[in-house]
């Protein structure tokens, strides 16, 4: 089986959330640090292998771990083992603040994570701290170096590309790139129905930054079926990646593959969504969850519709992963 559509879009990849909680501020994100909206409590182990069972019968092949900040639930490393043993899941990746990513990463490797992605807004320490509320790029840093001394290749390092707090940082990024093998994403700062001022002032398109690149000799990377939705680029002279997230860009929900389950089970059709669809009981039957799948991924829209000022019912992006 798989899931489609009603715009011919079929779905191989979930980002699964396992927490709303997330012990970094960032300017972005959570300004005034985590607040507890919702008093309902998290997927809990069982929960979490049936809908990875039920979205892998439905063609899933890529799950995401995300958070919140995933790394503050106790029981992640059994999380990743989970679902890196349920048939069909070929790939186990997580996003992750670096938050003791060189105590923790061991544990996560060994349980078979497949791919990490590391947000870095800042290759400066004390810009690195304001935008993210803690000093502690070094840890990150050496976190991807040990994942690497260790053979791990799909490291991925994200940056929201902010008009007042890190725009000049290009050039910078470029030179780390030239000697460090990782998928360095800028993602374009999107709007929320929280951040209108943040957002008018620091929004940045990432056209221009692919501009820049092509004019430099960078060159486009064919996608594979299971990609995330940054279009990456590479250059024969550095020995990392480039990848834009361009939301605002005209096409980009075209090649939208991605679901989301928020760490209270409900299922997001689209991160700007107007609403989430409980899952939670209709866990006990595969059958009835697969149908009750099915069903509402009918409503799923043919846009995010951004451009217009659409942000659905998202006041930030903590509770569904980004």
Not at 141 to 162: C, S, W
Not at 297 to 322: M, P, V, Y
Request: net charge negative; hydrophobic share 35%.
């Amino acid at each position: 089986m798989t899931l489609q559509d009603a715009f011919g879009r079929r779905f191989t990849y979930l980002r699964l959330s396992i927490t709303d909680v997330c012990n970094f501020r960032c300017n972005y994100c959570l300004p005034d640090g985590y607040q507890c909206n919702d008093d309902s409590s998290p997927l809990d182990l069982d929960e979490i292998a049936r809908i990875a069972h039920i979205f892998a019968r439905l063609g899933t092949r890529k799950i995401r771990i995300t958070g919140g900040e995933p790394s503050v639930r106790r029981d992640l490393v059994e999380i990743i083992r989970i679902l890196k043993q349920t048939p069909g899941i070929e790939q186990v990746a997580i996003t992750t603040n670096g938050w003791k990513l060189p105590q923790f990463l061991p544990q996560w490797l060994e349980a078979g994570l497949d791919s990490l992605n590391v947000s870095i807004d800042s290759l400066d320490p004390r810009q690195f701290q304001a935008i993210t509320g803690h000093d502690r790029l070094s840890d990150l840093l050496t976190g991807i170096e040990q994942a690497q001394q260790a053979g791990f290749e799909r490291i991925k390092v994200n940056a929201v590309l902010m008009r007042e707090h890190n725009s000049d940082q290009l050039p910078v990024f470029l030179d780390w790139l030239r000697q460090t093998p990782v998928t360095l994403r800028f993602i374009e700062l999107m709007q929320t129905g929280s951040n209108q001022a943040f957002f008018d002032a620091n929004h940045l398109s990432g056209a221009d930054i692919r501009d820049q690149l092509l004019a430099q000799g960078w060159q486009a990377q064919t996608r594979t079926v299971t990609d995330g939705p940054a279009s990456e680029y590479w250059h024969p002279e550095y020995q990392g990646k480039i990848g834009l997230i361009m939301p605002y860009s005209p096409d980009f929900c075209a090649s939208c593959n991605r679901l989301r389950v928020s760490a209270q089970g409900k299922l997001h059709l689209c991160l700007f969504g107007d609403e989430g669809y409980d899952l939670r009981p209709h866990l006990n039957s595969t059958a009835a969850s697969e149908a009750f799948i099915q069903g509402c991924l009918k409503e799923k829209k043919i846009s995010h519709f951004l451009h217009d000022g659409h942000t659905g019912q998202n006041q930030g992006f903590a509770g569904i992963g980004g």
